[in-house]
């Protein structure tokens, strides 16, 4: 064996254990999204409390694949589509590493809900959570398989994610305006509400970089999509 072909398979084998590590960041992610909801419906406080605590999984796991992506980029000098692809995973992981903080954010304001009656029968959160996750495992699964059309599809999805916040707010401005002891639960929900709608634009920002990493096309800004479209 030739020691390029050599050294070409051991940097096939470091993308590859980059792009798992990726995956893994983000299936304990969507996992912890998850949790903090299940939590929420089922008023499970000790789940709760170990969905906070597994948080420093998903930071040890943002270390390390910050670790490989600048090992890769030092040892390798990756060039044209391998650059991409490893100077988007260095941004991916903050938006992952952020929407874990968010699922983090959920679960304690759970912990501070179950200490109260419940406000309401919950529907359209376990909703938008729903949306959330697909819309992550969708721009995951699009980023490893470097699918700038599932990316932009998930893209879209977003805007159904920003109506259901939109419905949450006014219902529970409602509640508000009708009994103030209602305030207390239905500010905490609402911002459960908003940490979701974040969510779903941290997933948002990972079909962004797909489309950028496979296309070349910055569409971070919605003036530039229409041009990202033309590409």
Avoid: W
């Amino acid at each position: 064996m030739r020691a390029h072909e050599h050294t070409d398979q051991e940097f096939e084998q470091e993308l590859r254990h980059l792009r798992e590590q990726l995956l893994l960041m983000g299936s304990h992610v969507e996992g912890a999204i998850g949790s903090s909801l299940h939590a929420l419906v089922e008023r499970d406080s000790a789940l709760a409390q170990r969905t906070i605590a597994a948080d420093r999984v998903v930071d040890r796991l943002e270390i390390e694949i910050d670790g490989l992506c600048l090992q890769i980029l030092a040892r390798r000098q990756p060039v044209a589509s391998d650059l991409r692809f490893v100077t988007m995973v260095l941004k991916a992981v903050t938006d992952l590493e952020r929407m874990g903080d968010l699922a983090v954010n959920i679960s304690e304001r759970v912990v501070e809900l179950n200490r109260e009656p419940p406000l309401k029968p919950y529907v359209d959160l376990p909703r938008m959570a729903d949306e959330a996750q697909m819309m992550l495992r969708e721009a995951l699964d699009a980023f490893v398989g470097k699918d700038a059309d599932r990316a932009r599809r998930v893209i879209t999805r977003d805007q159904m994610v920003d109506d259901l916040y939109a419905q949450i707010f006014r219902e529970l401005l409602t509640y508000m305006m009708e009994e103030a002891k209602n305030v207390y639960r239905a500010t905490r929900l609402q911002s459960i509400a908003k940490y979701l709608e974040r969510i779903a634009d941290h997933a948002t920002n990972l079909a962004e970089l797909v489309v950028f990493m496979v296309k070349g096309s910055d569409i971070r800004h919605p003036d530039s999509r229409d041009e990202g479209d033309k590409n």
